[in-house]
């Protein structure tokens, strides 16, 4: 497998709560890759929280910050990068993304819901009822999500493994077809 993705990144996108995190870290080890969080960037550079930086600075400079962490971290290679749920919105995002395999984890509403009940640490599921402010986001969203190369649709019983699993059944089959310019390129760097 690791021989067919030749170097190239995966970026994990999707809504918060659809495990971008949590199997990004089970993807990465089982390739031998490293891993990245987006999230964890941001708040390690600026020394910040995720809602301390919503609350004090705002939400666009939130978004500035995410855009510039991308820039930095799409230039490596072997890597699985989990991204923040929000990362699609900018098209200038999408420049970066495309430096590497784009992948698209869909978790059902009713399961995200069951997940962030009680999270505290996502500043956009605050003080709002959780189901209709994701139902919102989602379809706002959803046309951007399928903008990735590859969607994962998750079951609510999988586990990280199961869906490691998946995602490395189906990378072959649109790799071999549609991003061999994309392995050559970054074999030759
Ligand atoms: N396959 C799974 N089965 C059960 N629970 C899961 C699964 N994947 C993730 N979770 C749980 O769901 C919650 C959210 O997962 P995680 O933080 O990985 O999501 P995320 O996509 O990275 O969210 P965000 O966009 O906010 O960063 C965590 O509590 C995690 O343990
Ligand atoms: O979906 C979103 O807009 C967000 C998702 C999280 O990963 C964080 O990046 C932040 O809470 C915003
Ligand atoms: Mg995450």
């Known amino acids: ?3 067919l993705i ?8 999707g809504m918060m709560g659809t495990g971008k ?23 390690r550079v600026t020394q910040q ?19 510039q962490i991308l820039m930095e971290v799409c ?19 999408w420049s970066y993304l495309r430096h590497g395999l784009v992948i698209w984890l869909d978790v ?9 009940l009680l999270d505290t640490t996502r500043p956009l599921l605050q003080e709002t009822e959780l189901k209709p402010k ?6 706002s969203r959803k046309r951007l999500y399928s903008e990735a190369d590859l969607h ?11 869906i490691v699993a998946q995602i490395l059944d189906r990378i072959p089959l649109i790799i071999l077809p549609e991003k061999a310019s994309y392995s050559v390129k970054i074999e030759e760097n």
Not at 7 to 12: E, R, T, V, Y
Not at 134 to 139: G, R
Request: glycine share 8%; with cysteine; charged share 20%.
């Open 134 to 139: 994701l139902e919102t986001l989602m379809d």
């Open 75 to 93: 230039a490596c290679t072997k890597s699985v990068i989990a991204t923040g749920g929000g990362i699609v919105l900018r098209p200038k995002n």
């Open 21 to 43: 995190t949590t199997v990004g870290q089970v993807l990465a080890k089982q390739l031998g890759y490293r891993f990245f969080d987006t999230d964890v960037l941001i708040e």
């Open 49 to 67: 929280s995720i809602s301390e930086i919503f609350t004090i600075q705002g939400e666009e400079a939130f978004r500035d910050i995410e855009s």
């Open 1 to 3: 497998m690791t021989d």
């Open 108 to 116: 059902p509403t009713n399961v995200l819901v069951q997940r962030l």
């Open 152 to 162: 994962i649709s998750i079951e609510n019983a999988q586990t990280p493994e199961e």
């Open 6 to 13: 030749r170097g190239l990144s995966i970026f994990l996108v």
